[in-house]
């Protein structure tokens, strides 16, 4: 059974940055690929980062100059945004899996908005 937390989601001013974190509980095995994914109004959900537990990096192309993600110890992914815009508003979710093949778990979901 996996567990994750989410959190540092908000409302933000286009240009402005914000963290999420992401905090899991369960087998470790669970663990080794972690990651973002947003979905916003009338669109699908999508991926924006993943991160495997030996550091390699995987961004949407929209993002990738503008966003980081990160992953602290074995249970614990952070994603930096900054110079956000309008259009990465969504509702964020973290997301765990074995492989970049599994279905994985998610979380909550943390709302982020960005007004013009």
């Known amino acids: 059974q996996v567990k994750l937390v989410e959190s540092g989601g908000g409302l933000v001013q286009a240009g402005g940055s914000l963290r999420l974190s992401c905090v899991g509980s369960?087998?470790?095995?669970?663990?080794?690929?972690m990651g973002w994914y947003r979905k916003a109004p009338g669109k699908e959900r999508e991926l924006v980062a993943t991160?495997?537990?030996?550091?390699?990096t995987n961004y949407k192309d929209s993002v990738k100059d503008r966003f980081t993600i990160s992953r602290k110890i074995t249970n614990t992914v952070f994603l930096q945004m900054n110079s956000l815009k309008p259009e990465d508003t969504a509702v964020y979710y973290c997301?765990?899996?074995?492989?970049?093949?599994?279905?994985?778990?998610w979380g909550q979901g943390t709302q982020v908005t960005v007004s013009s």
């Open positions: 991160i495997t537990r030996g550091g390699t």
């Open positions: 997301w765990v899996a074995a492989s970049t093949q599994s279905s994985g778990s």
């Open positions: 369960g087998s470790i095995i669970f663990f080794n690929v």
